[in-house]
Every structure is written in structure tokens, then in C-alpha cells.
């Protein structure tokens, strides 16, 4: 497996940075899946000057972001002819106020892993969630120091999607029912809250009570709610089924919702894609059934 790996200058200026608090937690994680990491030259940098990942064959350095390391890393998760020029997906460490984290390739490097189906993974806690995540999937015992991150007792889930993407949420929603079932509470954006309650009364969730709590549709506002229950770290976990093919007239709210996941970078997880949903899902049952929590 290939992952383009990137961080903001923020995230490696000092010894608790985000990029360094994630490796310390899953650098063995890293070598037992043999993850081999296409890391932008000022991140591979600090990984080295840190002295992490000693001896990692899959450690690759590539130029710097101003030279094209980003634009590369795009080209990568779209395919190119070389094998091992093709990646699995990314993980982009964002500080959401670096004005490079809205540069055209950081922006293409997001669209092209939700086009693809592939992971894009932006803050501290999705990078930790998704190593372990693959660490159940490849049939490795689960990490108790990863418990908080698949324990949805106390946790918030957050359900989103975009008009064209409905569907797949509700397909999302049902064949994982009784896992997003055993979060304290969800909660979601008009018309998709809705229809998911539609759907939970279906399956004979009590007909008095909301399974998803509603908020304001999308143009109306109701991103920016949720985001707000991000920042406050009322909601920890969001899937958002994006649309990358549509021009959107509340661009500015959907980033906003972004920006709040990458400010709390330690708490808050975000999936993007239906397919990367449906693996998070899998591993969260599996690792269940291996260490009950």
C-alpha cells in the first residue's frame, strides 16, 4: 500500500507537532503493514531530522511542495503507467489557516481521492483511525491505545451528504444500521437527516424519536451548525458524501465544516467517500468482535 503523505508547516515546526504526535502513536503500525509513504521534501524532511522511521524502505522523499511534490503526489493517486507511482490515497496534515492548504493542488489532491474512492485523511485523529483501521483489516490485533477511536459509546456521528450522493447514504445508513446505531447520537443536515429518519422508523426506531438530529439544510446553515458541535468537540466523528463533479452554491459552508474538522486535528475524523465509509464500517465491526468494548 502507497499513501502520498504531506503536512503544513505548522504540523512539523516543533516536537509536538501533529505530523510527530501521529507517528510516535502508529510508527509500528506503519511497518507492520509495510505502508510505504510519497512524502512532500519539507515533511520527509522533519521525519528524517526527527529521527522517525529509521530505516523504513517505504520512506520516499519527493520535491518540495513550490517545486511540484504536491502536483506529483495528484498525478499519483490518479494513476500513472509506473506501478509504484500509484497511490492508495493521502494523508494531508492541514492547518486550515496556511494559505498553501487552498492552493489549486491541495484543493485536486482532496478531489481526486474522493473521485477515486480513495482515503484522503486531514487530521491527526483520521490518520490514526485509518492506520488501525487497516492494521484490523489485515488481520493484526487491535491496538488498545486505538480504542477511543472505534468506542462510539459518548460520540457524536455527523451524517452529510450532497444532493446527488443521498442515495448512497442511505445505502450507507443501511447496511450499517446497527453500528451507527450505537453512537450516543447523529445528527445531519435537512432533507439527508430526513430521509435517514425515514429510514430508521422503517426499521422500527421508535416512531417518537429522531434518529438523526436535524439541522438546517446545507444553504441554509446547517454546515455551519454542525461545524460548530466539531469545534466544540461535541461531534467527533463525519461523513460526508461529497459531490466533486457539481459546482456548489454553499462552497464557503462546506468548507467551513472542513476547516472545523482540520482546527480540532486530534478529535475530529472525516470520511469523504462512500467506499472509504464502507471500510471504516467493516473494521469497526470486525475490531468489535475481536475487543469488545
Excluded at 512532500?40 to 511540484?68: F, K, S
Amino acid at each position: 500500500m502507497r499513501m502520498g503523505l504531506a503536512a503544513n508547516r505548522l504540523h512539523h515546526a516543533s516536537e509536538d507537532a501533529a505530523l510527530f504526535r501521529w507517528l510516535r502513536a502508529c510508527e509500528s503500525g506503519i511497518r507492520e503493514l509495510g505502508l510505504a509513504l510519497h512524502a512532500v521534501g519539507r515533511t520527509h524532511d522533519a521525519i528524517v531530522a526527527a529521527g522517525m522511521l529509521g530505516g523504513h524502505a517505504g520512506l520516499r522523499r519527493y520535491p518540495y511542495g513550490r517545486e511540484g511534490g504536491l502536483m506529483k503526489l495528484v498525478a499519483e493517486v490518479v494513476g500513472l503507467d509506473e506501478v509504484e507511482r500509484r497511490l492508495d490515497g493521502a494523508i494531508y496534515l492541514i492547518d486550515p489557516v496556511d494559505p498553501s492548504s487552498t492552493f489549486p493542488e491541495a484543493v485536486a489532491l482532496k478531489r481526486q481521492c474522493v473521485i477515486h474512492g480513495k482515503p484522503f485523511i486531514s487530521t491527526v485523529a483520521a490518520a490514526r483511525d485509518w492506520i488501525e483501521q487497516e492494521r484490523v483489516l489485515a488481520g493484526l490485533a487491535p491496538d488498545p491505545a486505538a480504542d477511543r477511536f472505534f468506542d462510539p459509546r459518548g460520540q457524536v456521528l455527523a451524517l452529510v451528504a450532497h444532493d446527488a450522493m443521498k442515495p448512497a447514504m442511505l445505502d450507507f445508513a443501511a447496511h450499517h444500521f446497527d453500528l451507527l446505531s450505537r453512537f450516543d447520537q447523529r445528527v445531519g443536515t435537512g432533507t439527508t437527516g430526513q430521509r435517514l429518519n425515514e429510514l430508521a422508523w422503517s426499521r422500527g426506531w421508535p416512531a417518537d424519536t429522531p434518529w438523526v438530529r436535524r439541522y438546517e439544510s446545507g444553504p441554509l446553515g446547517g454546515d455551519a451548525q454542525i461545524a460548530d458541535r466539531v469545534l466544540e468537540k461535541r461531534c467527533q466523528r463525519v461523513v460526508f458524501f461529497e459531490d466533486p463533479h457539481v459546482a456548489r452554491q454553499h462552497e464557503a459552508d462546506i468548507q467551513l465544516l472542513e476547516r472545523a474538522v482540520t482546527t480540532v486535528t486530534d478529535d475530529a475524523v472525516c470520511t469523504t467517500s462512500p467506499a472509504m465509509a464502507a471500510r471504516w464500517a467493516g473494521a469497526a465491526v470486525r475490531r468489535q468482535a475481536l475487543r469488545p468494548l
